[in-house]
T-cell receptor, first 113, second 110 residues
Framework: AQTVTQSQPEMSVQEAETVTLSCTYD???????LFWYKQPPSRQMILVIR??????QNATENRFSVNFQKAAKSFSLKISDSQLGDAAMYFC??????????FGKGTRLHILP | GAVVSQHPSWVICKSGTSVKIECRSL??????MFWYRQFPKQSLMLMAT?????????EQGVEKDKFLINHASLTLSTLTVTSAHPEDSSFYIC??????FGQGTRLTVV
């Protein structure tokens, strides 16, 4: 069975600085998708970034980028120029071929003004 | 963009009563809807997958008779918590596709 591990329950970063959230996963599949979701205090789940496993190029969305290491089964999220609005829970997630999404336990990110 | 509308956003009910949560896809057809449960400060746990026109697929450990899921049309999926008990109190979220989540429903059973 696939698993997603986020080893950092909480992290803090100074406003305008860069922070990297870690995620590792385990799977025997070769074709899958990886995601990072943001859940602010409103608890609305927001898709931040998406990576297709067969693509070697790391996905980027404005200030958000990933470091996808397929062989190491690692999928970290880098947030550049952190803003107060980035404070939230961040979930790493894996989607298998049958469309079921598996979430990690999450990392709570604090932004220090 | 595509939106999933979930109602109610919060509900308080008495033990033993049933509560229905609705999720509607507003501008697209959702043949599949995923239902999650989230305890405070924890991750989302998949409860079941509903498919339009067929029976829902439940995850291991989820009581089918307690959490009734219906996907009657391509735009509506419902989760009914039957004979609710305080331990059913939680945050329930629906999702159609990876990018479209409902706003969530906070259920409190007293």
């Amino acid at each position: 069975a696939q698993t997603v591990t986020q080893s950092q329950p909480e992290m803090s970063v100074q406003e305008a600085e860069t922070v990297t959230l870690s995620c590792t996963y385990d799977t025997s599949e070769s074709d899958y998708y990886l995601f990072w979701y943001k859940q602010p205090p409103s608890r609305q789940m927001i898709l931040v970034i998406r990576q297709e496993a067969y693509k070697q190029q790391n996905a980027t969305e404005n200030r958000f980028s990933v470091n996808f290491q397929k062989a190491a089964k690692s999928f970290s999220l880098k947030i550049s120029d952190s803003q107060l609005g980035d404070a939230a829970m961040y979930f790493c997630a894996y989607r298998s071929r049958n469309d079921k999404i598996i979430f990690g336990k999450g990392t709570r990110l604090h932004i220090l003004p | 963009g595509a939106v999933v509308s979930q109602h109610p956003s919060w509900v308080i009910c008495k033990s033993g009563t049933s509560v229905k949560i609705e999720c509607r896809s507003l501008d697209f057809q959702a043949t599949t809807m995923f239902w999650y449960r989230q305890f405070p400060k924890q991750s989302l746990m998949l409860m079941a997958t509903s498919n339009e026109g067929s029976k829902a697929t439940y995850e291991q450990g989820v009581e089918k008779d307690k959490f009734l899921i219906n996907h009657a049309s391509l735009t509506l999926s419902t989760l009914t918590v039957t004979s609710a008990h305080p331990e059913d109190s939680s945050f329930y979220i629906c999702s159609a596709r990876e990018a479209f989540f409902g706003q969530g429903t906070r259920l409190t059973v007293v």
